[in-house]
């Protein structure tokens, strides 16, 4: 039985070794999947003292646990290029939520992950958010068929959010059902490929949105934490002391408010269980 491998980045990653049958033994099938914003709140990496991830700690007790990686880029789109393309941001230079990978100069002739796959005779595919841009241009030749890029719905008007913070920071138990999430359907879709007689080695790319913002997911998961009892995360006093003047409000890309303005607002109670319900989701 092949085990799987974890990796801990800004875009957590799960690359498995799947024991279905393939045609030969030295091309076992692989499915990676990628969880957009995770950081270490799962049981099995101690995180947080009250998270529920029975399924990741599940896969994480029979699993190769890199649990001292870090991201190569703390922003989306280029710690996604640095690991499709196994290149570091100095070498493919990106460090901003564009431009796209197939239009870095660096990597016109460097394959992604699923284009090198593709050149050893695997079966490609691809759903959700694997790059940040999607296989756009001369990438989608690598993907043999696609699961598709859905994005769940959300509320017509805000729900928590303070008018003063950005649209795409809003939390809350929308909508009804799992069924009307798209990280769900993937998922259902993703089952249903792995459960269907595959003839030829595959490797998968699954790419789930949440937990990153906005932070909606229906209200089962809202309710496994009680907003009064969940700990909040021990944040020293000094932390920030060590970090330039000109990076502590650095807030370019409009998608969160400070951590002082978090405070000020009195939502890191709210915030706090709106992200573990989204984890406890995927």
Not at 112 to 128: C, M, N, P, V
Not at 228 to 237: A, D, Q, R, W
Request: glycine share 6%; with cysteine; aromatic share 10%.
């Amino acid at each position: 039985m092949y085990r799987c491998a974890l990796l801990l980045a800004s875009v957590f990653s799960v690359v498995l070794l799947s024991d279905l049958p393939s045609c030969r033994a030295d091309q076992p099938n692989v499915v990676m999947i990628s969880i957009d914003d995770l950081n270490d709140w799962t049981g099995f990496l101690g995180g947080h003292p009250d998270v529920s991830t029975p399924n990741m700690d599940s896969l994480g007790s029979r699993a190769r646990n890199f649990t001292n990686a870090h991201c190569a880029v703390p922003v989306c789109s280029p710690s996604r290029i640095s690991v499709m393309s196994g290149t570091a941001p100095t070498t493919h230079g990106s460090y901003e939520i564009g431009p796209r990978y197939e239009e870095l100069p660096a990597l016109h002739n460097v394959p992604t992950i699923q284009r090198y796959f593709k050149d050893h005779g695997y079966y490609t595919l691809a759903g959700g958010k694997v790059l940040h841009h999607g296989f756009t241009g001369r990438l989608s030749e690598a993907i043999d068929q696609s699961l598709g890029r859905k994005k769940s719905p959300r509320p017509r008007k805000a729900m928590n959010r303070p008018s003063s913070w950005s649209g795409a920071w809003d939390w809350g138990e929308y909508p009804d059902e799992n069924a009307q999430m798209a990280d769900h359907q993937l998922a259902l879709d993703s089952v249903k490929f792995l459960q269907s007689d595959s003839k030829t080695p595959f490797f998968l790319s699954v790419g789930f949105f949440r937990p990153h913002v906005p932070l909606f997911v229906p209200a089962c998961w809202f309710q496994k934490y009680d907003i009064e009892s969940i700990h909040l995360p021990n944040i020293p006093s000094w932390d920030l002391d060590d970090v330039p003047k000109n990076f502590l409000n650095i807030n370019r890309y409009a998608l969160a408010p400070t951590h002082a303005e978090v405070l000020q607002d009195g939502k890191q109670r709210e915030l706090t269980q709106a992200y573990l319900a989204s984890i406890s989701f995927v």
